[in-house]
């Protein structure tokens, strides 16, 4: 199957008032099990590598992605790919050559004319190249001389009207807001703000995405998508369940050498937890708001 459009994927979900599931790639077999589940539930999925797993292969983007797509290439439902989290402009501009369809920038950490002004470029760069940006926008700092706070420090709000500025300002085609989650929770006790995210709806002209959604109960991600979320990013759940899987299995196997069987069985178990996650986004869909 051709490789889809991170757009089009995201279109065809908000227009369903649901969310397409982007699962973090760091090993090729995230990627089977990524496309293994989603092939189970029947539904799209975003394939996207950050530029933290780029440098886990040494900085090297390629064949990583090479592996992506292919894998991306020989699966029975549409798939899409796309960079996640680019600190690096030169990285960045890796992503068209490397086929992917989107990227998400990451300058909020930045003051915010240099933020601004750093992702309106890329935006620029990549409408220039055919792909989608994708940007982040915690809390805007400069109020009592306050640095902006990252959208994943505890605490941290994107306010509607900030973002809709910022969107305006920069011309991203999405935003990925702040409303309680962050990167890397183990629990699954995260409490997303509603109200919040139902005037970012409301006011921002884009749709919104949800990253460190592994830190979300399957009740809080079901809300999130009913009030408005068009994508929704998951990670450290895939690692959790690999590693779970593995220890598992080197617990009942301590002399083993192949590194295949337990491999495997850390694929099944993400596999597992894709098509599950993809269940609770996809029942989010029909419910009210």
Partial sequence: M???????LIAEAAARR???????VITLEHAEAIVEGAEAARAPVILQISENA????GGRLRPLARAAHETARAAAVPV???????????????AAECGFSSAMFDAARLPYAENLAATRAAAVWAHGEGLRLEAE?????????????DAHAPGARTDPDE???FVTATGVDALAVAVGTSHAMTSRDA????DLLARLRDTVPVPLVLHGSSGASDEELARAVAGGIAKVNIGTALNIAMTSAIRERLARDERGVDPRPYLAQGRDAMARTVTRMMAVLSSAAVKPV
């Fill in 2 to 8: 051709p490789i889809a459009a991170t757009g089009e």
């Fill in 191 to 194: 409490r997303i703000d509603h």
């Fill in 163 to 165: 973002a809709l500025a």
């Fill in 18 to 24: 649901g969310a397409v599931a982007a699962f973090n």
């Fill in 54 to 57: 780029v440098k886990y292969h």
């Fill in 137 to 149: 926008l915690g809390q805007v700092g400069g109020k009592n001389g306050e640095p902006p706070l």
């Fill in 80 to 94: 899409a790919l796309h960079l996640d989290h680019v600190h690096s402009p030169e990285l960045l501009h890796q």
